[in-house]
């Protein structure tokens, strides 16, 4: 048994395993240790992924802490708080330190020269590397990421989208085809009545116009079967939106400095004139009286933050960009997360240390209102003091009217991890076939860098080939719908630029016949859909926020709505900051393209954490999951929103008025 927070050499000599819920459970069960809930699985992957530990050490550790504490081998969701608060919390700083005493330790010839030997293996690996591979020090592992196995099986990559049946030249997916629940509904919000699923697509049977790109253009037409056509545009002007290539890795010091401090002045300002607040002080001024300072986040060393590392780097206005470190003592409770910028009120005696009595909470964007009205809706006359009822959008109609909007978002990997075979894409095109949603929206890793035969090469024609031809077959695959269709691009996609903001796909062989309804946008991005805004981001936030953020909180909280809701108050697709290894960050282009401009009625995050969908101040956010995990299948989002067809579209929040699903594929 090991002690806890240590790391187990057995598992390191086998190799990292696949961190799955069944991969999981199979190591409890060796040591009698049982699950409570449907929710205990997923809650033991999501510690696995947010901590980087894989099954073994995870089992490891957990039953040190049961037999530590004379607890019973029935694990439940609030033992396993307990142990994350209590173990997996305090793992970073004391391996950090054990690291430390090591080395501090004296060596003879022997051991000197092992310790050196290891140094040097690990630069010559480090140079020869991408940074997706390279340091593995804070690496989160994914079901996706496999071992190489097999050798390179003798096929061309075009035998894996036959026109016809779309079936590939090689073994399916035994996992995959044997999977169980198709089309189950696994996650709810609002109320489903009928088979109000069924669309009759954004533009079948009707005219469409517009262009496609990722220049702020719009899809939409006229609709089928006396529906009226959806609009679909990227959400503001076009000088908002990212629809180029920009060079990258030429970031200089003194720019990235200007980028993170005037983000600290730009939500300082919206801090002092929400709470009325009369001014900021210096954070390293001793103060014997309560003052309240402003700054961000920060960690006092290269771990993963805790409450005794928990810097605050002051504004340059106030502070001259100094440090303090902070005492939490006091708080009853909070939620922090390097990069954050906040404002703190506290007593600061020596000047060395600030004692924090009080955080003020983040404000988010309002709601945006549309000002234009939509095709088929009435105007309201100037004259008329008193706009009709019910609102744009019905918040309790007991029928779902034709003109529902249908949206269907879905997020590679569209293939499994033990083949080539796009299986799982194959059965998604088919039920947007059957569905006729409205709007179709796919994120990407369409060929994922981490799949097995990409990353060991297996492929026999270029990657730009394989991903156009995916592509292709997406476009083609949906046609038949009439359905408007986004795509937004991944730092996964093997053949796209590896920076973050992501600028859109480049696919110049689209056809003219497809142009008006397909919408190429960048990652991350805004999307208007008849009013509606969308916002989009295929990065996993979810997952990235989980592992850095620390809190204390009395009761029982959940962590998916706090990182949320730090998303919206924060007013960033991306507020994290230093980024995890291995997402390249371009702190301009992040300033500039990934700032939320409103509040979204919808959020859309894919994360390799447990699908929810949940209201987080007014923005129904939902995690679809991804379409495969490993080599079983995923699930993928369906959302109804509701329309009555005139009336004011500000009186009623999406809340009232959506109805989503996360569903089995």
């Known amino acids: 048994m090991a002690e806890p927070g240590m790391e187990p050499e057995l598992e390191a000599e086998r190799g990292p395993e696949a961190v799955t819920a069944e991969a999981v459970l199979r190591e409890l069960r060796l040591f009698e240790l049982r699950c409570e809930g449907e929710e205990v699985p997923d809650k033991l992957v999501e510690l696995c992924l947010s901590h980087g530990l894989g099954p073994v050490a995870l089992a490891n550790e957990l039953l040190a802490f049961v037999t530590s504490k004379d607890l019973d081998l029935q694990l439940t969701p609030e033992g396993l708080d307990a142990f994350e608060h209590e173990v997996l919390a305090k793992r970073g700083s004391r391996g950090r330190r054990g690291r430390d005493e090591r080395r501090g330790l004296l060596h003879d010839i022997h051991s000197l020269q ?65 999977r169980t629940g198709r089309g189950e509904a696994v996650a709810t919000f609002g109320a489903v009545q009928g088979q109000a699923w069924l669309g009759t697509g954004g533009t079948a049977g009707g ?72 001014g900021f002080s210096s954070a390293v001024i001793p103060a014997q009286e309560p003052v309240t300072v402003l700054g961000t986040i920060s960690c006092d060393g290269n771990g993963k933050l805790n409450p005794k590392s928990v810097l605050l780097v002051g504004d340059r206005e106030h502070s001259g960009g100094a440090q303090v470190p902070l005492d939490l003592s006091e708080l009853p409770e909070y939620s922090l997360f390097p990069g954050q910028v906040v404002a703190l009120e506290g007593t600061n005696p020596t000047g060395r240390r600030m004692v924090v009595t009080k955080i003020y909470e983040g404000v988010p964007l309002p709601f945006h209102t549309p000002t234009e009205p939509m095709p088929g809706e009435p105007q309201t006359p100037i004259s008329d003091p008193k706009p009709p009822n019910p609102p744009f959008f019905s918040p309790k109609c007991p029928l779902f009217p034709a003109e529902a909007r249908r949206v269907l978002v879905a997020c590679g990997p569209f293939t499994p991890s033990d083949g080539a075979a796009f299986e799982p894409l194959r ?56 359905c408007q269709l986004v795509l937004v691009p991944s730092l996964r996609d093997v053949s796209h630029l590896p920076v973050y903001p992501q600028p859109p796909f480049a696919f110049p062989e689209l056809p003219k016949e497809d142009r008006a309804r397909v919408l190429l946008l960048p990652e991350p991005c805004t999307l208007d859909v008849d009013g509606v805004v969308f916002g989009l981001s295929s990065t996993d936030l979810l997952l990235h926020l989980g592992a850095e953020e620390i809190c204390s909180s009395s009761g029982l909280s959940d962590r998916f709505s706090r990182i ?16 995890p290894e291995g997402l390249p960050l371009h702190l301009e282009a992040l300033g500039a393209f990934a700032a939320l401009p409103v509040t979204p009625d919808v959020l859309v995050t894919p994360s390799e954490l447990r699908f929810f969908i949940k209201d987080v101040l007014g923005c129904v956010c939902i995690n679809p999951g991804r379409l495969t995990k490993g080599q079983a299948g995923g699930t993928y989002g369906r959302l109804l929103l509701r329309r009555d067809g005139h009336g004011d579209r500000t009186t009623d929040r999406t809340t009232d008025r959506t109805t989503d699903r996360v569903v089995r594929i």
């Open 427 to 482: 059965d998604l095109l088919g039920v947007v076939s059957r569905e006729r949603p409205d709007l179709c929206i796919l994120f990407g890793p369409f060929l994922d860098a981490k799949h097995e035969q990409v990353e060991s090469c297996q492929l026999l024609s270029p990657f730009s080939d394989v991903f156009r031809l995916c592509l292709r077959t997406i476009i083609e695959g949906t046609r038949s719908s009439g």
């Open 564 to 579: 949320l809701r730090h998303v919206l108050t924060q007013r960033s697709f991306y507020p994290l900051y230093p980024p």
């Open 114 to 178: 092992g310790l050196l030997d290891e140094e040097q293996e690990d630069e010559l690996l480090d140079a020869y590397t991408t940074p997706s591979k390279g340091s593995h020090k804070r690496s989160n592992s994914t079901p996706e990421t496999p071992q190489a196995k097999r050798a390179p099986p003798s096929r061309s990559p075009l035998g894996l989208f036959s026109p016809g049946s779309f079936s590939p030249s090689v073994t399916p997916s035994q996992k995959y085809s044997s």
């Open 207 to 278: 005219t469409a116009g517009g262009t496609a790109g990722g220049t702020g253009g719009t899809a939409g037409g006229t609709g089928g079967a006396g529906s009226i056509g959806v609009t679909v545009r990227a959400f503001g002007s076009p000088e908002q939106l990212l629809s180029q290539p920009y060079r990258f890795m030429f970031q200089k010091l003194l720019d990235v400095r200007e980028a993170l401090a005037e983000r600290v002045e730009e939500l300082g300002e919206v801090l002092r004139r929400h709470h009325g607040l009369e």
